[in-house]
């Protein structure tokens, strides 16, 4: 079986590995794990527009790990240029992918007609990636399959899901090459097991080669109480102050977990309860399915989240911007908490909060998540003084406040405790989805910890397993 790095090879984006069968011929079976969009600075995302190395018609299927971008956002791209087979994933995958596929095409045409209108592109008639039909038609590919049952991504090949603990539908993939009797296991985003709202990942099962993450290949996540004391020390400050604490967050997932947070704290009065104010359509959209989830009492709910209900997230004073309006009333400021997309302030409605609300000394920005380099998010905490946002620059003067806590990858020990889990130890593992540093931090404590052959694998590297 051979292994093809076709993205996340040396950044956190653009998840997606080819897995050619037998001998790698042409028209021996192939598949993908993950069809992930490069995001972040300029000549990362050009990656998009790159020709896709293999026809997508000889390709018999993909495989999802999750509902991330930059783990299903290409997809749309692939199906324009003919791909036409099965979309396998999880069901909460299927369902949360449907919403984050819709909102990105809506983005991509946007964005392009932007550019057309203004005529800052270098392109004379700038394009968009994909539009919304593409996304549909990616959408009607998808083919949800339930944890732990066996499924075949390609003639020749066996292939499971399970849960990976990281977001609702994470997923750990294993593929087995039934002939040469090959597993390899690649862990998607790898989630911690103390997700406030999700169960645990589960482990590797025995495998050949095991693909690992390494988001935070080289940092440790501090002490989630500490943490937390700062995050309501922070918040309780600006609102007694008057100010708004603008939280940028992933859509998908962060916006829960940090609700879940915000609820605990509101509930231990550790913090005044004001109006919060979830500011991203798709946001609300995936709070749905996380409120359904736990309704419903899905499995990959852990046991305390499902104890409290829906009520864990579904706060009483949380408010819905669904409109455009709605939203640009909230930058005339005062004490409230706003919790919008993106989680690196890179777009959507944040960078409008961003911009409105930066300048204010009253104000406080919250960043909460992994902020890769390049992006607005990245550059407030290493403590710009002007960032850039609309081709405008604007005046840092509010508080710029990181937690780690609510990371929902695992860090460095996490990772390496995952690996030693499989037993027997795999005979080689390859370090993907991380900053160079990262991986290579990895990579150097799981060869002097775990005594495998560990690779961090380059971009477009093919290698036999
Ligand atoms: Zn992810």
């Not at 604490?245 to 913090?271: C, G, H, N, Y």
């Amino acid at each position: 079986m051979f292994l093809t790095f076709l993205g996340a090879a040396g950044t956190v984006t653009g998840s997606k590995t080819l897995v050619q069968l037998g001998r790698g011929a042409p028209g021996d079976p192939q598949f993908l794990v993950d069809c992930g969009m490069f995001q972040g600075p300029r000549e990362i995302r050009s990656r998009n527009w790159d020709t896709f190395p293999v026809e997508p018609t000889a390709l018999s299927s993909v495989v999802l790990s999750h509902a991330h971008l930059d783990h299903c956002g290409y997809l749309p791209a692939l199906v324009r240029a003919g791909f036409s087979g099965p979309v396998h994933c999880s069901p909460n995958t299927a369902t949360l992918a449907a919403i984050i596929l819709r909102d990105s095409a809506r983005l991509q045409e946007e964005d392009a007609s932007y550019a057309r209108k203004k005529g800052f592109s270098r392109h004379a008639q700038p394009q968009a990636l994909y539009g919304i039909d593409d996304a549909e038609e990616a959408i009607s590919l998808l083919a949800p399959v339930e944890f732990g049952v066996a499924f075949s991504p390609a003639d020749g090949a066996t292939a499971r899901l399970d849960p990976a603990g990281h977001i609702l539908g994470s997923s750990i993939v294993t593929v087995t090459d039934d002939q040469a009797a090959r597993t390899v296991v690649f862990s998607g985003d790898l989630g911690r097991g103390n997700h406030p709202l999700l169960a645990p990942p589960a482990q590797p099962v025995s495998a050949t080669a095991i693909v690992i993450e390494s988001t935070y290949g080289d940092r440790e996540h501090e002490d989630v109480e500490q943490e937390t004391d700062q995050m309501a020390a922070a918040i309780t400050r600006t609102l007694k102050r008057g100010g708004t604490v603008v939280i940028p967050a992933f859509a998908v997932d962060r916006t829960e977990v940090l609700l879940k947070a915000l609820r605990s704290l509101q509930d231990q009065q550790r913090i005044p309860v004001s109006p919060i104010h979830v500011d991203s359509p798709m946001a609300l959209a995936g709070l749905r399915v996380y409120v359904d989830a736990i309704a419903g009492g899905d499995a990959e709910i852990n046991t305390a989240t499902a104890a409290e209900g829906p009520g864990a997230i579904d706060l009483p004073n949380l408010h819905e911007a669904t409109t455009p309006e709605q939203s640009m009333a909230l930058d005339r400021g005062g004490a409230r908490i706003i919790v919008s997309a993106s989680g690196m302030g890179s777009g959507g409605r944040v960078t409008h909060h961003l911009k409105a609300l930066l300048p204010d000394r009253g104000n406080t920005v919250l960043l909460v998540g992994f902020q890769a380099v390049g992006t607005p998010g990245r550059m407030l905490r290493d403590g710009a003084h002007e960032i850039k946002i609309h081709g405008k620059y604007v005046a840092v003067r509010a508080e710029i406040v990181e937690i780690e806590a609510f990371s929902v990858h695992a860090d460095a020990s996490e990772l390496i405790d995952w690996l030693r889990s499989a037993d027997p130890r795999p005979k080689q593992v390859f370090v993907n989805h991380g900053e160079q540093d990262a991986s290579d931090a990895l990579a150097e404590r799981i060869r002097r910890e775990l005594d495998v052959a560990v690779i961090v694998p380059q971009p477009g590297e093919r290698v036999a397993v």
